[in-house]
């Protein structure tokens, strides 16, 4: 498919991909309803840029018909999603399929990720960004704290830890536009958690700040594909919501000894 | 390995609730004046309590009141396939003598996103009434249910005999529950994660068991993503004397496995072979991994390999011989690597691939493992567009050579007729079948037909077939097969299939036995749903999902029906009001609906 290159790389205007409004069509096909025409503004297709846009996904058509030959000698590539094959069938039943959709094929989220090559011993854990692609809108989409909607595709659930709290939460980074709202969500989840384990008396909740500038008590970092801990805030947001593994909020004090060492929640564990 | 694995019998606990309202006159106590209630009830007592299916004690249950009475005293395992089908409280006043309990939870299109999290099927109400009901509680076996360190501590705490827990796609859990788990019950046996999400709570669980030796017969934590502390789980298997089944992670490496095995490779019956990979120490001279397999005399069962490195596959051709059980659904092993291998795999009957293996190696599969019964091929890349290594090749071979074969879950991106056919004839033992060709509204490759005869053809040869999977492109003509002939079918799963309502009203009409049905992104509307309407109550639950439903035929089906709760789920930008229906998920219950319905569920 264009624009999708093989090793799971994506350019990152097509990290919010798919049209809502598609599991929808064969309902709502003559329905112009305003949620479904602002949605499909809003929306990137799967596609070279500069394709026109067609309401009920026929530059998927174009698509299907570049598919690699397969192994039979009658190649009916071109006919797998015709139309005319269904003419007796009323026209607002889509057979065409129109885009890669939620749950399909039906295969668990751990099972996803082989083909992204999850061999690194660095512990990747199960999200991988380059899924979002997939079909699938996220992996680790079973957070606990977070709600998500069936239809809605795209979210990127990484693990978060504090520094002094055991219990870990997970953050939707697609749901984010910047590093100043990550840290607002950070100080969201975990200022309660904060608050608890300190065992203050009476003292009120102290907002965690100065997550990004080394200013605050604590300061957020992360792991990245490749299992090396960096600080946040460094490279544009795309870029580090594309290789983002997992968030760590570590004690400011803490950073320089934090980051030097690579592996260094195995190294703990194996002593 | 138990993705979806299913329960044999019908589950039909819900029946034996009725407390006696038939034949009075049958009655046993009116009947027997010469003997008191309560020799009676010993004499019973001590008759059932050998009876251990479930259908046959559902079925003593109706007897009369007597009957009903003992058989709730003595029935110590008890299944419920649906959480929401009844309460805890009324788990625990009908059965007082509980030991084990088996339950099941979402239904199985939430494992593929389809159900927003915090749906529900929440543990916590079960264990607290359980905790004050049956302090001699020994197992329990859950399966999708949302499961919290706190459930887990009230666990660990209120059962003193505790044996066996067993989490199956479990969530909401992390390894502190694991911890107060393994730390605070004595006397645990099995302690079995498997395909749960388990969150890394960064706590070192696995020395939390206690100090002396252990009870552990099987420890599989193979869906664990978070590392352990391995000099731990050395000290552990060594004072294991008992341990049979041991399912490691992928943070365990080869080097450790083989330290593993030197300990404790004879009595092993299940090795989880963890990440099959080297760790750090890929300059030194690699240990005899072949030597320490050759040591595992009593291996039958063997998984794992999460990272596979490939030059060091052979090092389990000692036990392949001997191998009843192979899951390399993880490895993305081409068909060279694989010939060698299970050429060797004579006794194999389960069998876990990834279609890497492609058809070549399903050929070789088909050659050696005659007495193959459950096959499941995964796809390593699952795309719809994609070439596919897999196809009907694979499938006609594995017909041909595999001819015990009862279960088959197969991904490929094109299938024939033509092989269906040929598998419908050449595997009459089929009870399984689930079929997903990835690319939806796939026609026959070959013929461009639709793929309405394979699957009749597999109905109608396969006698006794309980369930099916379609895919593909189907017609109505598809269902009206199903319907004829597909009498003991008790699963049903159904996507993008499919012309009319006629075809889902050809399956409610046609398929008596039908328990389970989930379908998806199907044209089946009012119509179709009002056509059920006398099975309901007989069936454990019915998923619809992306169909044409109206909110107003499904009022009036709640209406019809008051002990089946009508959820329909949807985002929240769906109102009430809205008459599309997203989501529609039904199920008997005796307790009404459930009262932690989240915001996005609506109950009619």
Excluded at chain 2, 53 to 58: E, G, Q, T, V, Y
Excluded at chain 2, 231 to 256: I, Q
Excluded at chain 2, 292 to 318: D, H, N, T
Excluded at chain 2, 572 to 579: H, K, L, P
Aim: aromatic share 8%; proline share 5%.
């Amino acid at each position: 498919m264009e624009g999708y290159s093989r090793n799971g790389e994506i350019s990152p205007k097509l990290l919010h991909l798919i049209p809502q409004g598609t599991r929808r069509n064969w309902f709502h096909d003559d329905q112009a309803s305003v949620y479904n025409t602002e949605e499909k503004k809003l929306e990137l297709k799967l596609g070279p840029p500069g394709e026109d846009e067609h309401e009920d996904g026929s530059s998927m058509l174009r698509h299907i018909k570049k598919e690699p030959k397969d192994k039979s000698t009658l190649s009916l590539a071109g006919k797998h999603f015709s139309p005319s094959s269904t003419t007796n069938k009323p026209t607002s039943q889509k057979r065409t399929a129109p885009g890669p959709v939620v749950g399909w094929p039906p295969v668990r989220s751990f099972r996803k990720n082989l083909a992204n090559g999850s061999s690194s011993k660095l512990g990747n854990d199960s999200t991988s960004n380059a899924v979002v692609l997939k079909n699938q809108k996220c992996d680790d989409d079973n957070g606990r704290a977070m709600t998500m909607e069936p239809k809605r595709q795209g979210g990127l659930f990484v693990k978060i830890n504090m520094y002094g709290v055991p219990i870990g939460r997970k953050v939707d980074l697609n749901s984010h536009n910047s590093y100043a709202q990550l840290s607002f969500t950070v100080d969201k989840l975990f200022r309660g958690l904060l608050a608890a384990q300190r065992e203050s008396f009476g003292e009120e909740e102290k907002p965690i700040t100065g997550l990004l500038d080394g200013n605050g008590e604590y300061t957020l970092t992360y792991e990245d594909s490749e299992g090396d801990k960096m600080l946040v805030g460094d490279v544009p947001w795309h870029m580090f919501v594309s290789s983002v593994k997992r968030l760590r909020v570590i004690k400011t004090s803490k950073i320089s000894s934090a980051l030097t060492y690579g592996n260094g929640k195995q190294e703990k564990m194996r002593s | 390995m138990s993705e979806d694995d299913e329960d044999q019998s019908p589950a039909s606990d819900l029946r034996s609730q009725r407390p006696c309202s038939p034949n009075k006159s049958r009655n046993c106590i009116s009947s027997s004046q010469t003997f008191p209630d309560h020799v009676l009830e010993n004499v019973l007592e001590n008759v059932l309590q050998f009876l251990d299916s479930r259908c046959d004690r559902n079925a003593a249950s109706l007897v009369c009141k007597l009957w009903w009475k003992v058989e709730g005293l003595t029935r110590s395992e008890v299944f419920i396939g649906n959480c929401y089908a009844l309460s805890p409280a009324r788990l625990t006043q009908r059965f007082k003598r509980v030991r084990s309990l088996l339950l099941k939870g979402k239904p199985r299109f939430a494992d593929f996103n389809l159900m927003p999290a915090d749906w529900g099927a929440n543990f916590a109400p079960w264990v607290s009434t359980m905790a004050k009901a049956y302090p001699w509680l020994e197992k329990v076996d859950l399966k999708r249910m949302f499961v919290t360190d706190d459930d887990l501590a009230l666990l660990a705490e209120s059962f003193p005999g505790f044996k066996e827990l067993i989490l199956v796609c479990c969530e909401g859990f992390g390894t502190s529950g694991i911890a107060v788990v393994a730390n605070k019950c004595r006397k645990l046996k099995v302690l079995d994660l498997i395909e749960s999400d388990v969150t890394d709570d960064e706590v070192d669980w696995v020395s939390c068991f206690p100090e002396d030796v252990t009870c552990l017969e099987s420890l599989a934590f193979d869906c664990v993503e978070a590392p352990i502390n391995f000099k731990a789980l050395e000290a552990l298997v060594g004072r294991s004397p008992l341990l049979r089944k041991l399912r490691l992670n992928r943070f365990v490496s080869l080097e450790e496995v083989h330290r593993l095995l030197l300990l404790g490779a004879p009595q092993l019956t299940s090795l989880g072979t963890g990440s099959f990979s080297r760790g750090d120490q890929s300059q030194q001279e690699p240990p005899d991994y072949a030597a320490a397999f050759r040591s595992c005399k009593s291996v039958v069962c063997l998984s794992g390999f999460r990272e596979l490195m490939p030059e060091y596959l052979p090092a389990i051709l000692p036990v392949c011989a001997n191998l009843t059980s192979l899951n390399f659904s993880y490895a993305n092993i081409s068909p060279d690597m694989f010939k060698p291998i299970i050429h060797n795999c004579h006794k194999l009957q389960i069998f876990w691939a990834l279609d890497s293996i492609c058809d070549e190696g399903l050929q070789a599969v088909a050659a050696t493992c005659k007495e193959l019964r459950e096959l499941r091929i995964f796809p390593f890349d699952p795309r719809e567009d994609t070439e596919g290594p897999v196809s009907e090749l694979g499938l006609q071979a594995i017909s041909e050579g595999c001819r015990k074969l009862e279960s088959l879950l197969y991904f490929c991106q094109h299938m024939t007729n033509a092989a269906l056919i040929a598998m419908s004839h050449n595997c009459p033992e089929l009870t399984v079948f689930r079929l997903c060709i990835m690319g939806r509204l796939r026609p026959d490759h070959v013929t461009g037909k639709a793929m309405d005869e394979g699957f009749g053809a597999i109905v109608k040869n396969c006698k006794k077939l309980t369930r099916l999977a379609v895919s593909g492109l189907l017609t109505d003509q598809a269902f009206r097969y199903m319907g004829e002939y597909g009498k003991l079918i008790r699963t049903l799963s159904v996507a993008f299939a499919g012309d009319s309502d006629m075809a889902l009203r050809h399956v409610l009409e046609g398929c008596p036995r039908l328990q389970k049905l989930e379908i998806r992104d199907s044209p089946f509307g009012d119509v179709a749903l009002r056509s059920g309407m006398h099975r309901y109550y007989n069936m454990r639950f019915v998923w619809m999902s992306a169909c044409r439903l109206t909110m107003g035929c499904c009022k009036d089906v709640a209406r019809a029906m008051p002990n089946l709760v009508v959820e329909v789920i949807g985002s929240d930008d769906d109102d009430v009001n809205r008459d599309y229906v997203e989501t529609l998920y039904m199920y008997r219950s005796l307790d009404g609906p459930r009262k932690d319905a989240p915001q996005f569920v609506t109950i009619l």
